[in-house]
DNA sequence: GCTTTTGACTAACTTTGACTTTCAATACAA
DNA sequence: TTGTATTGAAAGTCAAAGTTAGTCAAAAGC
């Protein structure tokens, strides 16, 4: 693996795909020596790789007997998973959420690699014209229309401009 | 050879020759200096010789761990139809002959229904609320932007992983 | 005049480490 | 016993440093 965050994020997802369970609890500590790297990258990863937009969850304690759980979010399948992302993006979102979703929404099959694409360049590249205070607005919205669409919403459209 | 640039792209395309695969990655600083020039060199080739329209496809990332990955894209098969939309779309475009060119898209099956809805969901109601008079601009620029990133994916039905 | 070459500056990600906060257990005092 | 202070073992935060690649415009070559 090139870089540290990818082994890293490898590695967990592996320990959560063999784990009974849909969560796996570790030490931050010592999985840091076990792959070789200060704690405080774990967090990195985790912040990063496993937010809650990519459809996890991760709680955790300090102190003796401290723990790090990785939880796989329960974010339904098929239609409500599109229905929980649409929900919680409000009326503005960041390109890293963004593309948080549409990560989580491929990875559950529930778009393909195609259309996630098409969702990555309209909210992405799509509105690197729009003022920067006003992107995460503009993704907003046009994410929230392209998840209607995938809802099986009509599109109302009379045929001029409304 | 002459010139730099005329060597690099020698260099890269003989590298895309040999590799197995149907694209290279690259780090831009270790080839740079492989081949005794300033890494925005690369650049520079990069845009002229491997262009969309020349065949190719690049995509990149920064920081650690970070690549440029040079994709020779397959020729025919309906592409053409897709960069004529492409270059047919300038910099503005209305709603309804943006709807027409995705029509016709989906009619020589170079996009799904879903995929068309997406288009027709990110030019339509995405973008309702910008003002009027700079709506055919957005329309034009986020189309373009799901149109580049059609080029570089595989054909629909068919589709692997990307 | 066009294309090519260069390099200073910028942007995006990653890695690290010093410092902080929280918690459980233990020790101690009343 | 009961409440409280101490302590050590976690995990969290944040900013600096490191590692890539991108941009842009000036300079250099046709």
Redesign the pocket.
Known sequence: M???????EQYIKEMLRTAGEDFIE???????EQL??????????????FSLERGYL?E?????????RIVRRRVGTGRDAVETVFSEVRDAIS??KAEGYIHMLEEEGLVSAREAMLLRRAVGDGVSWVARVDRDSARARILRSMLLGLLGEPQPYNGREA
Chains 1, 2 share one sequence.
């Open positions: 090139k870089n540290l965050c990818d082994a890293i570790i030490r931050r500590n010592s999985l840091a070789g790297c200060v704690p405080s990258q774990i967090n990195y990863v985790l912040e990063t790789r991760v955790s304690r300090r102190g003796g007997g401290g723990y790090v390109r890293a």
